[in-house]
């Protein structure tokens, strides 16, 4: 089994000092065909949701 590094980008506001800011995060999934664990999971869950797939999410 070898695992694989994937980079998703999601966009959302990053509100700071009552400024919001558009910005574009990288979410990072390690894993492989089975399981896989999401770093930085940000602004959009349907797209994070999506990449994963039928992956089981381990964190």
Do not use: K, P, Y
């Not at 574009?24 to 999506?50: F, K, Q, R």
């Amino acid at each position: 089994m070898t695992a694989r590094v994937e980079r998703l980008i999601t966009s959302g506001t990053f509100s700071l000092d009552g400024q919001d800011f558009a910005v574009d995060n990288n979410v990072w999934l390690i894993g492989d065909g089975h399981e896989v664990i999401v770093i930085d999971a940000a602004h959009d869950a349907e797209a994070i949701l999506a990449a994963v797939g039928g992956r089981r999410l381990s964190a």
